[in-house]
């Protein structure tokens, strides 16, 4: 099965400042058949279902606020939020699905400083 | 609007069987892989099963295989999971979820308490 490493496992940013959570896979992830990464970023606040926010490693879903931004391929891969609302507040799952099982990182959870 | 709502869920003893059920609308059931994931109290979120858009393929994760079992029905557009030999550890929220690739559409879950 692969493996997914979030880090930090928890985190607290200024508002307004910069947020940066890594995924480690330890598997790629990357098909060479298309140049695609199968991971994606959700953000799951409590007593909702988990939004899913970036797919493909750095394609942000319709509607979701370009303060987010996903990079990376292959093994290594990071989200980003520019600059970090109230709102933003939320415990955030990177998850492969290269292949199954679809296994998601542990969490890393983003307060507020 | 899609709209995935599970059910089912309880309190059930270690050792216990435990059917639940997701009942979809909005889409074509038909033509999406449906997952399961649940999430324990506290704790992260675990993907747990898969079934192919015409229930021809199936997939778990490592700490259900052999006791899980994922099914569907799409005269009733209904999602199933058959739980047995259920221990403490499998407590937790489970969710139904789908999508073409990331899981882009959630219930809001059932909670399963496995305690005697």
């Known amino acids: 099965d692969i493996v997914m490493t979030q880090s930090p496992d928890s985190l607290a940013v200024s508002l307004g400042e910069r947020a940066t959570i890594n995924c480690k896979s330890n598997?790629?992830?990357?098909?060479?058949?298309?140049?695609?990464?199968?991971l994606g970023w959700y953000q799951h606040k409590p007593g909702q279902p988990p939004k899913v926010l970036i797919n493909?490693?750095?394609t942000r879903e319709s509607g979701v606020p370009d303060r987010f931004s996903g990079s990376g391929s292959g093994t290594d891969f990071t989200l980003t939020i520019s600059s970090l609302q109230a709102e933003d507040v939320a415990v955030y799952y990177c998850?492969?699905?290269?292949?199954?099982?679809?296994?998601f990182g542990q969490g890393t959870k983003l307060e507020i400083k | 609007e899609v709209q995935l709502v599970e059910s089912g869920g309880g309190l059930v003893q270690p050792g216990g069987s435990l059917r639940l059920s997701c009942a979809a609308s909005g889409f074509t059931f038909s033509n999406y892989w449906i997952h399961w994931v649940r999430q324990a109290p506290g704790k992260g979120l675990v993907w747990v099963s898969r079934i192919k858009d015409d229930g021809s393929i199936t997939d778990y994760a490592d700490s259900v295989k052999g006791r899980f079992t994922i099914s569907r029905d799409s005269a009733k557009n209904t999602l199933y999971l058959q739980m047995n030999s259920l221990s403490v550890e499998d407590t937790a929220v489970y969710f139904c979820?789908?999508?073409?690739?990331?899981?882009?559409?959630w219930g809001h879950g059932t909670l399963v308490t496995v305690s005697s």
């Open positions: 493909w490693a750095s």
């Open positions: 998850q492969q699905y290269y292949n199954a099982p679809y296994t």
């Open positions: 598997h790629s992830l990357l098909y060479n058949s298309n140049k695609k990464s199968y």
């Open positions: 979820a789908t999508g073409t690739f990331m899981l882009d559409s």
